[in-house]
C-alpha cells in the first residue's frame, strides 16, 4: 500500500539534500567570504606584547649624565578579559573612584574591547611592588614596565623638553606611535624624538580563554626585538647652564652662549624657568597645567629662541661691518655728533654726551648714535644709480646672511624668524617710493622694525669673533659616539663681509669693555670684547642687552644677554655676560660682589641691592 | 543458503563504510579538541580521546553483537524492547543521576549511560513494527493517533527529564509518517510553523496577519470555492494567525529563560556576546577562522585553548571547521547526506515494511541530529543540546546510535532471505 507513496521518497532525499547544500553555502559564507571570523578569532588567542626599548640618553659636553630613565609601570586593562572585578578594592589601590573606574574602562573600551590600553599610567616602584601582589584578583589587568625620564639636575628645561603621551593627532597620522606611547612634546626630546626614541619591538604571545600564557604564536616568527635609543652629547654646559640660571633669578630673559669655532650652544638660559623633573609621570598633567596657567612668568616660554627683541646699539656693529665692506666708511671715517641726528622734520635722534667728532673705534666703543645713523643712510643712499629700494634689499641680503630675519636653523623646535622688514612691507606701510632712507633711520640703532632672537644675537657675536663667518648654533654636538660630529651643522656659512674689516670692530668692542660703556664688567686677564644695547619696547622700561666673545684671540665664548626691562645695557646684562665669561674660562668667579648683586636683582618685583656706588660706572649707550 | 558466509557478504558495505569513517573523524577531532601539549598520549584514559577510543571499541562489538542476531529478533521483540525503555525512562527520573541539568543518567560503574539515547531507537522499532502491522492505514484517524502517541509517550518522558533536545528529537519520525502516507499537510506545518514563528518574532504582528490574508486570499482565488475547501481555507487561516499571536506569550511564559535566550540569539536580537550568545559566536569564530583549507591537525587556536564551550560534544563541528575549513567541513557534511540517502534507498529496497519503515526512522533521527546540530554551529539553528552522530564525544550517543544503524544493517542484510 505504501507503494503508492513511493515516490515521496524523492521529496525526502530532495530535501536531505536541499539542508545538505545550505550547510554548505553557509559554510561558503563564514568561512570564505567574511574576514571577520579569522580577525576575532586573533583577538582571542593573540596578545600584542609591545617591547619599549629604552631611551637613549643625554650627556653634556663635559660627559655629565643629564637626563637618563628610570622604571615606571603602567597599568593595563584588557577590557574584554574584565569580570565583575571587585572594583572597590582596585579603586582603593589606585586611589581613584567608582565612577573614576568606570569611565576609564569605557574609555578603554571604546579604544578596543581586546587591546591593552593604560588605565593608570606611571605608577611609582613602590606601588606597584603593592600592586603586583593584589592584581591575580583582577581578570582583565595587568602591569607593563615603561621608563619615564629624569633629569640629574634642575636646570636646561626648555632646552632638554619633555615626553609625554602621543596626542590622537600624531597617532592617526603615524603608523609607528599608538595611543599611550610616549613621544618627545618640546626641547631636544622633540627635535631628536627619532633617535632617542629608538625602535619599539613586537612580540606576540598566544593564550587561551583564561588568558593564560599558552608560549609565543609561530615560534616567535613574527616577533621583532626592540633596538634602544641613541645617546646624544649636548654641546651644554651644564655648570655654565646652572650659573647661568641662578644669574637670572628673578629676572625675566635670557643668555645664550656659543662656543664660536664649533657653533656649539654652550647654554641656553631663558627665565623665568622650572624644574624639569615637574614635567615627568603622573605629576606631569598637574603641573604641566599650572605651569601653562602662569601668565606672569610664562615659565614654559623658550625667550632664547622664540622671543625677538630689538637689538639697540649692539646692532651698530652690524652697521659697522656693512658700512665698510659697501665703501661708504672706512676705519677712519669721522662723524660729529652734535648731540644727536637730524632727521630734517624737525625730529632728532638724540645722544649721549662723548668727544667728538669720533672714528669708527671710538663710535664703537661710546656707542654714537649720530654716527651710525649717518653710516646707516649712507649705505641706503650711497649709489644715486640705485634707489632706496634695491639698496634697502641690498642691505637686507646682508642681513639674512648675518642670521636675522630667518630661523637659523637650529636643532630646537620653535624658533622664531625675528624680523628684517622686506622693502614690501615699507611700500605698504608708506606707500610705493614714498619712504627714503631717513623714514627708516631707527634700523640703523637697532630699533624700529627689526627683531632679533637672543640666539641669533649671540650667533651676531660669534660671527664677529670668527671674522665674518659661522656654524648654526646647535645644541647637540655628537649623536651616539662621544667624539663624532653631529653632521648636520658642518656647513660654514659666511656673513658676506670681509674678514679684513672685522678687526677695527673688534678694536672697538674690546674698547668697550676697557674704556666704554661696559668698562666696569673688565675680567682679569682676560680681553673680553662686547657691545652694550638698550632697547627701547612697547612693553615698559628698556631691554638691557649685551653680546661679548672672549678671549679676543682664539676666542672660546661668545655671549648674549637679554635682561627685560632692566635699563641700560650695561647695568644688568653686561655684568651678566662678564660673570658667564668668568665662570666659563676660568671655572670660577672671583667677583662675588658683582655676583651677589646681579644674582639678587629681583626686575620682576623691582628689587635690587643697595647702590653701592656702583651705578657710576653705568653708561648709557 | 550458507549463513557463516552470507553475513558479511550480504551486509552493505557502504553504510559500515560511511559509519567507520564518521566514527574515526569523530575521534580525531576529539583527540584534537582537548588536544594538550602536555598530555597527547594517545591511550590516556584520563582524557576525553582514551575514554572515547573505549567507547569505540564498545561500539564496534556492539555493532559484530548486533549483526549475528536473528533479524527477526527485532521485528519480533519491537513492542517489548519498546516498553522496556519507557520504564527505564520512567525509572531514571527517579534513581538517574543528573548531569548538566538533565536528569536522564543512569550511573553504571564510571560511566553514565543515557537511557534517552536508546529510546530513539526502540521509538523506531515499535513505529517500524506498528505501521508495518496489517490493516494499519496512517490515514486513518486511528492509526494516526496510535502512531502519534508511540512517537509521543517517549518524547514527553524525556522532556520531563528536562531533556528538550533528546525529546524534540522524536518528531524527526514524522518524515516516516509521512512516507506511510500521512498528508504533507504535517511535514509541511512542521516546517511553515517555525517559520512562521520566527516571521512572529520579527515583525508586526498585524503585518504578518495581513500577510496571511492576502495568502488566504490567493488559495481562495484559485480554489474551486467549494464549502468544505473555503472551511479549510479559514481554519488554517484562523489557526496561523492565532498561532502568531501566541507566540510571543508561548517564548515568554512558556519556554524557561535560557530557551527564550538562545532564540533571541539566532534572531540577532540579543548581541550579548557574553552571555547568551557566547557559544554560538565563540562557534563561528573558531570555524570561520578555518578559511578553505583549515589551520591543520592540531593547529586550530580556539580550538586547542578552549575558546569554544562544549567543544568535544555538542560543539564538535567547530574543530572540524577551525582546523579542516572549509574542503574538510564540506566533505564532513557532503559525508552524512551521503548517509542519509544512502540509508533511505538501502530503505526503499526493502521488501519487509517492517525494515523499510524502521529504516526511514533511521534516516529521520540522524538526519535530525545533523541538521540540529550543524545548524546550531552555524548559528542557523537555535542552540539545542543534542550530539553529532557518531562525531560527538560520549558513550550513550555512540552505542545508541550504533545500535540504532546496525539493526537496519543487519535488517537490509537478511532482506533476500524474505520470500
Request: aromatic share 12%; hydrophobic share 45%.
Amino acid at each position: 500500500m505504501e507503494r503508492l507513496y513511493s515516490d515521496r521518497k524523492y521529496i525526502i532525499i530532495v530535501f536531505f539534500l536541499v539542508i545538505g547544500l545550505l550547510y554548505i553555502a553557509r559554510l561558503f559564507y563564514v568561512q570564505i567570504l567574511v574576514d571577520k571570523y579569522i580577525l576575532s578569532a586573533n583577538n582571542n588567542v593573540l596578545r600584542y606584547m609591545t617591547q619599549y626599548p629604552a631611551r637613549g640618553l643625554v650627556f653634556d659636553r663635559k660627559g655629565k649624565l643629564l637626563v637618563y630613565n628610570e622604571a615606571a609601570y603602567d597599568l593595563m586593562v584588557i577590557p574584554r578579559q574584565v569580570k565583575s572585578p571587585d572594583t572597590a578594592a582596585l579603586c582603593e589601590l589606585i586611589g581613584i573612584d567608582r565612577q573614576e573606574f568606570t569611565d576609564r574602562l569605557k574609555r578603554a573600551r571604546n579604544y578596543s574591547p581586546y587591546r591593552p590600553s593604560i588605565f593608570e599610567a606611571q605608577i611609582t616602584r613602590e606601588n606597584y611592588g603593592f600592586l603586583e601582589e593584589k592584581l591575580f584578583r583582577f581578570p582583565g589587568f595587568f602591569v607593563q614596565s615603561r621608563t619615564l625620564r629624569k633629569y640629574t639636575y634642575p636646570v636646561a628645561a626648555h632646552t632638554l623638553g619633555y615626553i609625554g603621551e602621543a596626542s590622537p593627532e600624531v597617532v592617526a597620522k603615524s603608523s609607528y606611535y599608538r595611543p599611550g606611547d610616549y613621544i618627545g612634546i618640546s626641547g631636544i626630546e622633540k627635535s631628536y624624538e627619532e633617535i632617542l626614541r629608538g625602535k619599539k619591538g613586537m612580540k606576540i604571545r598566544v593564550v587561551d580563554v583564561f588568558n593564560r600564557d599558552k608560549g609565543s604564536f609561530q615560534e616567535g616568527k613574527y616577533d621583532t626585538t626592540s633596538i634602544a635609543g641613541t645617546d646624544l652629547y649636548a654641546s651644554l654646559d651644564a655648570d655654565l647652564q646652572a650659573y647661568g640660571e641662578m644669574l637670572m633669578v628673578n629676572k625675566k630673559g635670557s643668555i645664550v652662549a656659543i662656543e664660536p669655532q664649533t657653533g656649539e650652544i654652550l647654554c641656553i638660559v631663558s627665565s623665568p624657568s622650572y624644574n624639569p623633573n615637574l614635567l615627568v609621570g603622573n605629576i606631569r598633567k598637574k603641573n604641566y597645567g599650572m605651569l601653562l596657567a602662569d601668565s606672569v612668568l610664562v615659565p614654559l616660554f623658550n625667550r632664547a629662541e622664540m622671543a625677538s627683541y630689538p637689538p639697540g646699539s649692539t646692532f651698530k656693529l652690524v652697521d659697522a661691518l656693512v658700512g665698510q665692506q659697501e665703501g661708504v666708511i672706512t676705519s677712519d671715517t669721522r662723524y660729529a655728533c652734535g648731540g644727536g641726528f637730524s632727521l630734517g622734520n624737525g625730529k632728532v635722534v638724540a645722544c649721549h654726551p662723548h668727544p667728538s667728532p669720533l672714528d669708527l673705534v671710538g663710535a664703537i666703543q661710546v656707542s654714537c648714535n649720530t654716527y651710525f645713523c649717518r653710516v646707516f643712510r649712507a649705505i641706503i643712499d650711497k649709489k644715486s644709480a640705485l634707489s632706496v629700494r634695491q639698496s634697502f634689499e641690498g642691505w637686507r641680503k646682508y642681513m639674512l646672511s648675518f642670521g636675522f630675519g630667518r630661523k637659523l636653523g637650529i636643532d630646537l623646535p620653535g624658533e622664531l624668524n625675528g624680523n628684517i622688514p622686506t622693502a614690501a612691507y615699507y611700500d605698504k606701510y608708506h606707500g610705493r617710493d614714498r619712504w627714503k632712507s631717513m623714514t627708516i633711520i631707527s634700523l640703523g640703532i637697532g630699533q624700529g622694525e627689526i627683531g632679533i632672537t637672543p640666539i641669533q644675537l649671540a650667533n651676531m657675536a660669534a660671527i664677529i669673533s670668527n671674522r665674518g663667518w659661522f656654524y648654526t648654533p646647535h645644541i647637540v654636538r655628537a649623536i651616539g659616539k662621544r667624539d663624532s660630529l653631529n653632521q648636520a651643522f658642518v656647513q660654514k656659512r659666511a656673513c658676506g663681509v670681509d674678514p679684513k674689516y672685522f678687526d677695527v670692530v673688534i678694536e672697538g668692542m674690546a674698547n668697550v669693555v676697557t674704556g666704554g660703556t661696559a668698562r666696569a664688567v673688565q675680567i682679569d686677564s682676560v680681553t673680553m670684547c662686547g657691545k652694550t644695547g638698550t632697547a627701547q619696547n612697547p612693553h615698559g622700561k628698556n631691554h638691557s642687552i649685551f653680546i661679548a666673545f672672549a678671549p679676543r684671540e682664539n676666542t672660546k665664548i661668545a655671549i648674549s644677554v637679554v635682561v627685560e626691562n632692566a635699563g641700560f645695557g650695561a647695568a644688568w646684562a653686561a655684568p651678566i655676560a662678564s660673570l658667564m665669561i668668568e665662570k666659563y674660562l676660568k671655572g670660577k668667579v672671583t667677583r662675588k660682589d658683582l655676583e651677589e648683586w646681579m644674582i639678587r636683582g629681583d626686575i620682576i618685583h623691582g628689587i635690587t641691592l643697595p647702590d653701592a656706588g656702583r651705578t657710576e660706572h653705568i653708561l648709557q649707550d | 543458503m550458507r549463513e557463516e558466509r552470507s553475513i558479511f557478504y550480504k551486509i552493505d558495505w557502504v553504510l559500515v563504510g560511511l559509519y567507520l569513517a564518521l566514527v574515526l573523524i569523530g575521534w580525531l577531532n576529539i583527540y584534537a579538541a582537548v588536544y594538550d601539549e602536555n598530555y597527547n598520549h594517545i591511550i590516556d584514559l584520563s582524557q576525553k580521546y582514551g575514554k572515547q577510543m573505549i567507547f569505540i571499541v564498545a561500539a564496534l562489538l556492539l555493532a559484530m553483537g548486533t549483526l549475528i542476531i536473528d533479524p527477526k529478533f527485532f521485528s519480533q521483540f519491537a513492542y517489548f524492547i519498546y516498553g522496556t525503555f519507557l520504564i527505564m525512562l520512567i525509572l531514571v527520573i527517579f534513581g538517574g543521576r543528573e548531569i548538566s541539568g538533565s536528569k536522564g543518567w543512569f550511573a553504571i560503574g564510571g560511566f553514565g549511560v543515557q537511557p534517552a539515547e536508546f529510546a530513539k531507537m526502540a521509538t523506531c522499532l515499535a513505529l517500524a513494527k506498528y505501521l508495518s502491522t496489517l490493516d494499519v492505514d496512517i490515514r486513518r484517524f486511528r492509526t494516526l493517533i496510535i502512531a502519534s502517541v508511540i512517537i509521543l509517550a517517549p518524547a514527553v518522558i524525556v522532556l520531563l527529564q528536562h531533556d528538550t533536545g533528546s525529546a524534540i528529537v522524536f518528531f524527526a519520525l514524522i518524515i516516516v509518517l509521512y512516507r506511510a502516507g500521512l498528508t504533507g499537510f504535517v511535514p509541511l506545518a512542521f516546517i511553515v510553523l517555525p517559520v512562521l514563528g520566527i516571521l512572529s518574532l520579527l515583525l508586526p504582528k498585524m503585518i504578518l496577519a495581513a500577510i496571511l490574508l492576502a495568502v488566504a486570499g490567493i488559495f481562495y482565488l484559485y480554489s474551486n470555492r467549494k464549502i468544505r475547501v473555503i472551511i479549510i481555507i479559514a481554519v488554517v487561516f484562523i489557526g496561523s494567525v492565532g498561532f502568531v499571536f501566541s507566540v510571543d506569550y508561548s517564548v515568554n511564559n512558556i519556554l524557561e529563560p535560557h530557551q527564550r535566550n538562545r532564540i533571541h540569539v539566532l534572531l540577532g536580537q540579543d548581541t550579548d556576546l557574553k552571555g547568551a550568545g557566547y557559544n554560538v559566536n565563540q562557534s563561528l569564530i573558531a570555524i570561520g577562522s578555518g578559511k578553505f583549507f583549515g589551520k591543520g591537525f592540531l593547529q586550530g587556536t580556539q580550538t586547542k585553548y578552549n575558546f569554544v564551550p562544549e567543544q568535544s560534544t555538542d560543539f564538535i563541528f567547530c574543530t572540524v571547521g577551525e582546523e579542516q575549513g572549509f574542503l574538510g567541513s564540506s566533505l564532513l557534511v557532503i559525508l552524512y547526506t551521503s548517509l542519509f540517502v544512502r540509508v533511505l534507498l538501502t530503505a526503499e529496497r526493502q521488501r519487509s515494511r517492517f525494515s523499510r519503515f524502521y529504516g526511514y526512522g533511521v534516516a529521520s533521527i540522524l538526519f535530525f541530529h545533523f541538521a540540529i546540530n550543524v545548524g546550531m554551529t552555524l548559528g542557523l539553528v537555535p542552540v539545542i543540546g543534542i550530539p553529532l552522530p557518531f562525531v560527538s564525544y560520549g558513550g550513550s550517543s555512540l552505542w545508541a546510535f550504533t545500535l540504532l544503524l546496525f539493526i537496519f544493517i543487519r535488517q537490509d542484510s537478511y532482506r533476500y532471505d524474505l520470500i
